[in-house]
């Protein structure tokens, strides 16, 4: 027994066994922390068969991270649980100079596996162009799920217009657009994408794996370790130490605060990259004794810190599509202060209900932010921590696995 399922302008012939199963084939550069627990849900979903194809092993293999200033590997397991190849084993920003990225590899793997949607996660590096490329030959729905925005920095009439311009022609060629938010929608909706053409895959952390760590939390575990006394109010920045997220910002901003309500501020640099020594020189004389850098931490070692802390603040100048941190730290119910960059604020924080959102570069802004944010986890810290977990919870791991399934079996013909 066969049945016809269209796919563009094809009708395919697929077997009895195929029939109720979709073929998703997910193209991204390398294995993402966050993004692997979603292709190992996916690869659990009995109506859908998943491979994923890897552009790179950098991560898995381990390599040097310009961004943390030291060499990388991630220890939380990043290829269990389902189907998955790589295309090339050189660094992410290399991924297109040798033949085996290329368009007709691509082309060739792609063929063999005849997938019935493909799954890319951005438009650049050219790696993802050259997958819809070779999607369009082949006839493969494309669904795109990715980090856009046009919220994360100001750009030049020329640069929009270009931009635009080729994103538009690339969106053509697009069979369903996943949207990880609003700003994302607002992106696709601006460049002319009908609204039926876009779902919602909400952007998600590994919500498992933090909320397992969140279920098995100590309080004033950290505390003790860094030495910072129970009652202060300890202020968190969870990333690189890099230019982008603009920690000396915060840094400024809590010199300027020695307390809160009587209660000593303390900040914790939780990370590492090429602007910490500056940092920890400023920091002698901006708030000495109150701020301390515990460096890079794996993310299983994380929820400790998290745990201890009182609210999460990410003051970001451009670039910050999301922000995930932020998933992390709302998910053990900490409020979270963002500069109006970060990706995930219309999303996330609502202003004295979970967090504030302040202007970009603005110390004094962001000064009121931390005041009014530790004043309102004084006054009702078991409602701001519930606040925080509730609004968070839609951003699941399940909920994104969810989404995805339905829409590569619409556009595979089959019924979600």
Request: glycine content about 10%; proline content about 5%.
């Amino acid at each position: 027994m066969t049945v016809d399922v269209k796919r563009g302008s094809q009708r395919l012939a697929l077997t009895a066994g195929d029939a109720v199963r979709a073929r998703l084939a997910v193209v991204t550069t390398h294995p993402i922390q966050y993004q692997c627990p979603v292709w190992r849900g996916l690869a659990a979903v009995p109506e859908l068969a998943t491979h994923v194809l890897f552009g790179s092993d950098c991560s898995v293999r381990g390599h040097f991270d310009h961004g943390f200033g030291q060499r990388l590997k991630w220890t939380v397991p990043l290829l269990d649980g389902y189907s998955h190849e790589f295309l090339g084993h050189g660094s992410v920003n290399r991924l297109m100079v040798g033949p085996i990225c290329g368009r007709q590899s691509l082309f060739s793997r792609l063929r063999t596996l005849n997938p019935t949607a493909c799954l890319i996660n951005g438009y650049s590096p050219p790696l993802y162009p050259h997958v819809v490329a070779a999607c369009r030959s082949l006839g493969i729905p494309i669904l795109l799920r990715a980090e856009t925005t046009d919220a994360d920095r100001d750009r030049s009439v020329v640069h929009r217009g270009v931009r635009d311009a080729l994103l538009r022609v690339l969106y053509s060629r697009v069979s369903r657009f996943l949207a990880i938010g609003k700003n994302s929608r607002a992106h696709f909706l601006r460049l002319g994408v009908p609204p039926a053409r876009i779902s919602d895959a909400l952007y998600c952390v590994d919500t498992d794996l933090f909320e397992s760590q969140y279920q098995r939390r100590h309080e004033g575990v950290f505390r003790r370790e860094v030495g910072i006394p129970e009652a202060a109010i300890l202020v968190l920045f969870s990333g690189k130490l890099i230019p982008k997220k603009d920690p000396q910002a915060l840094l400024a901003a809590v010199g300027q605060m020695a307390a809160i309500g009587g209660r000593a501020v303390h900040l914790v640099f939780l990370g590492d990259g090429p602007l910490r020594a500056t940092l920890s020189d400023e920091a002698q004389s901006v708030a000495p004794g109150r701020v301390h850098f515990v460096g890079f931490r794996q993310q299983e070692a994380i929820g400790e810190v998290y745990t201890d802390a009182d609210m999460l603040v990410l003051p970001s100048i451009f670039s910050e599509t999301w922000g995930l941190v932020v998933n992390e730290a709302m998910q053990f119910g900490l409020p979270c202060i963002v500069s109006d960059r970060v990706g995930c604020a219309p999303d996330l924080v609502v202003s004295g209900v979970t967090g504030q959102v302040f202007a970009h570069g603005d110390v004094g802004s962001l000064t009121s932010c931390l005041r009014k944010t530790g004043a309102m986890v004084m006054e009702d810290p078991r409602g701001v921590h519930a606040r925080c977990r509730q609004k968070v919870a839609a951003y699941s791991t399940a909920a994104a696995v969810k989404a995805i399934t339905a829409a590569a079996a619409e556009e595979s013909g089959l019924q979600p």
